[in-house]
């Protein structure tokens, strides 16, 4: 009798990574937005003027990759959202795609998410505006 192989399911996932200067959060999520795995630049080291850094996003890459390996993930679309109104991500952004990429994850889309205001609140001075 022939042996039957069984194929491992190669499961999508999305990856959020929001980056500021002062922090680096990673949250990777399935298809339907539930919760895989979620690790910040706190928990991996205790200083906090190094949570931004590049090389603790590469340890946040390698914690991420550890724990979505056993769940069977092999393709990523990566979003990648900096704080509202910055021009660019912060420091860690990029060392956690390739980190990821040289984990051997096959990376679909990079997309980046940052919110823009469009018109904003009300500016201040009241119904007159601001008189000298």
Do not use: C, Q, W
Request: no cysteine.
């Amino acid at each position: 009798m022939p042996k039957e192989k069984t194929e491992k399911k190669e499961i999508e996932a999305v990856i959020n990574i929001y980056t500021s200067f002062n922090n680096t959060i990673v949250h990777v999520t399935d298809m339907s937005g539930k919760t895989l795995s979620k690790i910040t630049g706190g928990i991996v080291t205790k200083h906090s003027r190094l949570k931004a850094n590049p090389t603790i996003a590469m340890f946040i890459a390698k914690r991420i990759s550890e724990n979505i390996k056993d769940l069977g993930v092999r393709f990523l679309y990566v979003r990648i959202r900096a704080k509202t109104r910055n021009p660019a991500p912060g420091p860690g952004a990029h060392a956690i795609i390739k980190s990821l990429s040289r984990e051997g994850f096959k990376i679909i889309n990079i997309l980046d998410t940052t919110r823009i205001p469009r018109g904003g609140p009300k500016k201040k001075g009241g119904r007159r505006g601001r008189r000298p």
